[in-house]
């Protein structure tokens, strides 16, 4: 099967290169498709119109999630998040940016699902549907609430989830999503770390490889039931990379993509 490649755009965040610089980086790698965390409208145009002068895909955005948990809190607080997560999906449609990745709670010990919340993200739902845009529940540490907005959402072809295999691996370990939700993968963000071992978090966002994730298996899942799309790298270049140009540092992620894809 020929497979599609992506990574997140801002995987060079610190290298202090704007986008374009990074997008050129990134195709001479070989990559297809990248995902990006910006949401203004103004910066998606420019991202998308330079990633399709160098003809690669902006597969999804991934709307921000820090204050997530409020959107289950009575109260206002709930209003800055929700304000970027609309901004994300308007500027998804605008764009032609087909899905958004959004948390649905944060941290081990999250608020309670609760009648207020559930009809917060009714609501996000419905005006993403009528907009044309896709939400991708990613799967982080609170098995529980993606469960429930899984089975909420069954019934609607605008719903599904991201599997994050990092995630998978230090938050969920014993939770295979791929067997619980694999016909509704719409997007996968993968990585590397070391699993549970004892930080209060172990998310690493190593380079493939870099850790004790079995790709064999992930893959094995990720076939079993029949996902053919993109297989997304979301990494950071940070310190531990130091030694690596921004251009090795790539295109190693590509090569080790390619060889995780052959598994």
Known sequence: ???KFGI??????FSGLDNAAVLKIIKNAGFDAVFSNQYDMKTVGEIKAQADLLGIEVEFLHAPFRGINNFW???DAYLAIKDTIYQSVNSAAEYG??????HVDSGWNPPPICDIGLNRFDALVQYAGEKGVKIAFENIRNFGTLSAMMQRYRSLDNVGYCYDCGHEHCYTETVHFTELFGDRILCTHIHDNFGRDGRDDPDDHLMMFDGNIDYADMMRRLNAVGYKGTLTVEL???DKYAHMTDEEYVKTAYERIVKISKM
């Open 1 to 3: 099967m020929k497979r």
């Open 8 to 13: 997140e755009l801002e995987c060079l965040r």
């Open 73 to 75: 809190c009575a109260g």
């Open 97 to 102: 940016i087909p899905v958004i990745i959004m």
């Open 236 to 238: 950071e270049k940070n």
